[in-house]
Structure formats: C-alpha cells, structure tokens
C-alpha cells in the first residue's frame, strides 16, 4: 500500500484567486470609508481630533461599518468583507512606511493599529443595540480619555447608524463591484 501525498497548493492557489477576485472591489469600499472618515464636519463640528490618532479612529469606525455590513450579507459578503480589511491594513502600512516608521518597526506597529481595530470592532458590536454604551464606546476611543465636546458622542452615534442604515439599503452586487455611499457627516448627525 502506497502513501498519498496531498499538496495544498491546490487550496493555496483557490485562496489566493478568492482573495484577489475582491481586492479591488475592497479597496473601492475602503477608500470610500476612508473618504466619509475625513469629512471635516467630523472634526470641525464634532469635534474628532485632527490628530494622527482621532483620523485613524475616524477611519476605524467607518470601515467597521462597512466590514459590519458585509459581514451580515450572504455569501461572498464576508469574502469582501476580509478584502476590505486587508485594503486598510496594507493601507496602514504603506502610509506608516510614508511616515518615516523603519522597516523593523512598521509590522509591530501595523499589528498593535490591527489589535486596536479589532478592540474597537468588539466594543462596538457589543454596545450597538444600546445608544448609551455606543456613545460611551465611541467616546473612550475618538477621544480617548479626553473630554469630547458636549454631544458630540451622541451625534457620533446618530452618524453610525444612520450610516449603517444607507449602507443596509445597498445591494450586494453595487458593493461586490467597490460602489458604495456615504451619507455626508452632517445629514448623518442629525
């Protein structure tokens, strides 16, 4: 009797072209969030600070929504959803490397911003149902242990669901080809 040997190339390489048959398409959507987190009603209003730290925060918390989005959605949703990610992840790190941050350093630093996204991720899903604990969430990291401005919290939290809301009205297919809609912070916030 004779051994078989298995090669996982085979499933390495379907992988890989289910991955690269979102990439585009997840960094269309990413960009979008991108775009919607810079609106400078956020930080002029609202107050999000105009830091290195209250953009990435802004950008986490839309590309939370679009990745929250995707992920409810059937199938391939949560294949876009993970090229959304990897868009933002590979995103931080040519920025970080744009910055000036040494080769050595740059994955140390790309992996603590992934843990932070995720802690966020977490945070936010478990407050979601309760508009109090969302507020409280969003305000711990936005401002992150500062004082945020008087309401902007709730007004926060006004955005993120009238956004999910905009973004639940999209069809998957407009979303598998990269095109998405952001309602503007201000409309949102209302």
Known sequence: MSARVFSSEAGLAGFFRRRARHERAGFQLYTAAVTAARDPYLYVTLGVPDTLDGRFDSVALHAYLVIRRLNMAPPPGAELAQAVFDAMFSDMDVNLREMGVSDMSVGKRNRAMWEAFHGRSVAYAAAWADG???????????????????GSPDALVRLVRAQAECLAEQPLEALLRGEITFIPAEEAAR
Request: proline share 5%; hydrophobic share 45%.
């Open 132 to 150: 109090e604990q969302l507020a409280e969430a969003i305000a711990r990291n936005v401002w992150r242990g500062q004082e945020a401005p008087a």
